[in-house]
């Protein structure tokens, strides 16, 4: 396991490196090294804030959790505030603090996966769903609705299913609160016009190549342009022509460069990602070490699985970004804290299978060893 969470690290700072070049390369004609340089200060304060969450055992998460809810919520606010939110292309989700650009919605994913991950640790086996953690989460999710910001609750919400699925409530009311939540995102999706036209679109993107399928039809010609091997860093003449090439549209720069052979090497690197998050998971001690490592490496796949198949046009246009990939600081920033926490599961959950009963010289009052517990082992 000590290999497995390291590797998973370094695969983290591997994709936020290509990230950097990929940055650079959309961007370079226009700004130079601007970017470059604010993508590089973003991937140093990502690995510090890395080095912070992994420091953390994660079972103090129980006694910050409440903070960090009431925290991002008073954020999530004060973003829908006019002239304290920073709107850009009509949505209001940025709170501007001069040196950056924070995007509180980043951080209710990790916000509504903590606060239900401490309660379903307190839920005995078998039991129904915690109603009111539920109802907290479902605050978090619609703040961020009304941004509006549909690809980043989708994902909140996925996280949430993750730390679900890993917990010990009935699978009927799992069964039964997933048909909802999907029933309920189809008709959040049907009500505003721009998210059905973002389905048409998907649909058959050809027929509107020049208005709103414009976007998905140059990346399209990107990857084409790719072949195998690509163009070569920097080598792509995609980059002025598909809008936000630089954030939700990275990948489709990524087959055009590098070629199919770095889009497959981006999806290997996921997968191991899924593979290492749920592993962690599934060793975890504690049914909330459980739930959290699955619901942060749910949300971590679905926003890559989303990205990447928009780009590919295999699903719609969901407007998130590429996990370490894509630009953004708050996206970032808050994945190699994901990473982090999920590091810091790891590295407990192997000290307490470490941990063995010792035996005591002394006996109790009826002549009976009492045996010490290590003092590494974990509760709750």
Same mark, same amino acid.
């Given at each position: 396991?000590?290999?497995?969470?390291?590797?998973?690290?370094?695969?983290?700072?591997?994709?936020?490196?290509?990230?950097?070049?990929?940055?650079?390369?959309?961007?370079?004609?226009?700004?130079?090294? @601007?970017?470059?340089?604010?993508?590089?200060?973003?991937?140093?304060? !990502? +690995?510090?804030?890395? $080095?912070? %969450? #992994?420091? /953390? &055992?994660?079972?103090?998460?129980?006694?910050?959790?409440?903070?960090?809810?009431?925290?991002?919520?008073?954020?999530?606010?004060?973003?829908?505030?006019?002239?304290?939110?920073?709107?850009?292309?009509?949505?209001?989700?940025?709170?501007?603090?001069?040196?950056?650009?924070?995007?509180?919605?980043?951080?209710?994913?990790?916000?509504?996966?903590?606060?239900?991950?401490?309660?379903?640790?307190?839920?005995?086996?078998?039991?129904?769903?915690?109603?009111?953690?539920?109802?907290?989460?479902?605050?978090?999710?619609?703040?961020?609705?009304? @941004?509006?910001?549909?690809?980043?609750?989708?994902?909140?919400?996925? !996280? +949430?299913?993750?730390? $679900?699925? %890993? #917990?010990? /409530? &009935?699978?009927?009311?799992?069964?039964?609160?997933?048909?909802?939540?999907?029933?309920?995102?189809?008709?959040?999706?049907?009500?505003?016009?721009?998210?059905?036209?973002?389905?048409?679109?998907?649909?058959?993107?050809?027929?509107?190549?020049?208005?709103?399928?414009?976007?998905?039809?140059?990346?399209?010609?990107?990857?084409?342009?790719?072949?195998?091997?690509?163009?070569?860093?920097?080598?792509?003449?995609?980059?002025?022509?598909?809008?936000?090439?630089?954030?939700?549209?990275?990948?489709?720069?990524?087959?055009?460069?590098?070629?199919?052979?770095?889009?497959?090497?981006?999806?290997?690197?996921?997968?191991?990602?899924?593979?290492?998050?749920?592993?962690?998971?599934?060793?975890?001690?504690?049914?909330?070490?459980?739930?959290?490592?699955?619901?942060?490496?749910?949300?971590?796949?679905?926003?890559?699985?989303?990205?990447?198949?928009?780009?590919?046009?295999?699903?719609?246009?969901?407007?998130?970004?590429?996990?370490?990939?894509?630009?953004?600081?708050?996206?970032?920033?808050?994945?190699?804290?994901?990473?982090?926490?999920?590091?810091?599961?790891?590295?407990?959950?192997?000290?307490?299978?470490?941990?063995?009963?010792?035996?005591?010289?002394?006996?109790?009052?009826?002549?009976?060893?009492?045996?010490?517990?290590?003092?590494?082992?974990?509760?709750?």
């Amino acid at each position: 396991m000590t290999s497995l969470r390291a590797n998973m690290f370094f695969v983290a700072l591997g994709l936020s490196l290509l990230g950097m070049v990929m940055v650079y390369s959309a961007t370079y004609r226009g700004y130079g090294a @601007e970017y470059l340089a604010i993508r590089g200060g973003h991937v140093a304060l !990502g +690995v510090l804030v890395f $080095l912070a %969450a #992994s420091r /953390v &055992r994660y079972t103090a998460w129980r006694r910050f959790a409440p903070w960090v809810y009431l925290g991002v919520a008073a954020m999530l606010i004060l973003v829908l505030i006019p002239g304290v939110g920073q709107e850009i292309g009509g949505a209001r989700r940025w709170l501007d603090f001069g040196f950056m650009n924070l995007q509180p919605a980043e951080f209710a994913k990790i916000a509504a996966v903590l606060t239900i991950s401490c309660a379903l640790a307190r839920v005995p086996p078998g039991s129904g769903l915690p109603v009111r953690p539920l109802a907290a989460v479902g605050v978090l999710f619609i703040l961020v609705l009304v @941004e509006p910001d549909f690809g980043t609750s989708v994902v909140l919400l996925a !996280g +949430v299913a993750g730390a $679900l699925w %890993a #917990s010990e /409530v &009935r699978t009927r009311d799992l069964v039964l609160c997933g048909a909802g939540g999907f029933v309920a995102l189809f008709l959040v999706m049907l009500v505003e016009p721009y998210r059905r036209q973002r389905f048409m679109t998907f649909l058959d993107p050809w027929s509107v190549a020049d208005g709103s399928g414009y976007q998905v039809v140059q990346s399209m010609v990107a990857i084409k342009a790719g072949d195998f091997f690509g163009s070569g860093a920097g080598g792509g003449g995609q980059a002025p022509i598909v809008p936000e090439i630089q954030t939700d549209m990275i990948f489709a720069l990524i087959g055009e460069e590098l070629g199919l052979a770095g889009m497959m090497v981006v999806i290997g690197c996921f997968a191991f990602l899924a593979v290492a998050g749920f592993r962690i998971s599934l060793h975890a001690p504690t049914v909330m070490g459980r739930c959290l490592a699955a619901g942060l490496t749910t949300m971590i796949c679905v926003q890559a699985v989303f990205n990447m198949g928009a780009v590919m046009v295999v699903l719609p246009l969901a407007g998130i970004t590429l996990p370490f990939i894509s630009y953004g600081g708050s996206s970032l920033i808050a994945c190699f804290a994901m990473v982090g926490i999920l590091y810091r599961i790891s590295e407990d959950s192997e000290r307490a299978r470490e941990a063995k009963p010792r035996r005591s010289t002394h006996n109790d009052s009826r002549g009976r060893d009492r045996g010490t517990r290590d003092p590494r082992a974990l509760r709750g």
